[in-house]
């Protein structure tokens, strides 16, 4: 299913081959990598080498989200040719650039926004994006509490634009995010003891 991106942010980064050669065999067809430096949330993930790296070996669609400050000097070293989308914090410094470079470059991709809980939607500007990012928690760490006011966003902008979800979605809260067109599980997919049987039931709940 589409429609469901599996965030490997708390996979064995050690071992990401073997990760990304299980989503394949699962019939995960979607993948969200999310890019952190510090810089804009506490935590740290893979640069811009190792995702070149996954993006190029693997024939999943990718999103990449971005959680830096600056993220222009990210996007200048990203093959964005080689994902689906690139998603960049409303409220990160350096916002403007990063979305006039996105604009600028000529490649088929989505340019997408991404908005923290406290960010109202009424005043982020969507026109220019393709798609936004609701985080229903804080960014930047995985295994958070889902944030359920979050996902009433996307009354005020469903019919406008591609909505993603991002952010404690699990077994008991994916029933609440059905509305999403992207619904992105991370840390409760990894910690699952039968992963095959929380993806097959996952996508029941999306379905039903």
């Given at each position: 299913m589409e429609r469901l991106s599996i965030s490997i942010l708390d996979a064995d980064l050690i071992n990401i081959e073997?990760?990304?050669?299980?989503?394949?065999?699962?019939?995960?067809?979607?993948?969200?990598?999310?890019?952190?430096?510090?810089?804009f949330v506490e935590n740290i993930s893979f640069g811009t080498g190792i995702v070149n790296e996954i993006t190029s070996?693997?024939?999943?669609?990718?999103?990449?989200?971005?959680?830096?400050?600056?993220?222009?000097?990210?996007?200048?070293?990203?093959?964005i040719g080689d994902v689906?989308?690139?998603t960049i914090h409303w409220e990160c410094e350096g916002f403007k650039k990063a979305s006039e470079y996105l604009d600028s470059v000529e490649c088929s991709f989505k340019k997408g926004i991404a908005i923290s809980p406290g960010t109202f939607?009424?005043?982020?500007c969507?026109?220019?994006?393709?798609?936004?990012?609701?985080?229903s928690v804080q960014p930047g760490k995985g295994g958070q509490k889902f944030i359920e006011n979050t996902v009433k966003k996307i009354g005020d902008i469903k019919a406008k634009i591609k909505a993603c979800v991002d952010g404690g979605i699990n077994l008991d809260t994916i029933s609440k995010v059905k509305d999403f067109d992207i619904i992105v599980i991370g840390s409760?997919?990894?910690k699952a003891?039968?992963?095959?049987?929380?993806?097959?039931?996952?996508?029941?709940i999306i379905k039903e």
């Open positions: 073997k990760v990304l050669e299980e989503l394949k065999e699962q019939g995960v067809k979607r993948i969200h990598l999310d890019i952190l430096d510090t810089s070996r693997y024939n999943f669609i990718f999103d990449i989200h971005i959680m830096v400050n600056n993220p222009v000097d990210v996007l200048c070293r990203l093959n689906d989308s690139v939607i009424h005043d982020v969507l026109e220019s994006f393709d798609m936004v990012t609701i985080m409760a997919y990894f003891e039968d992963k095959k049987k929380f993806l097959e039931r996952a996508i029941e």
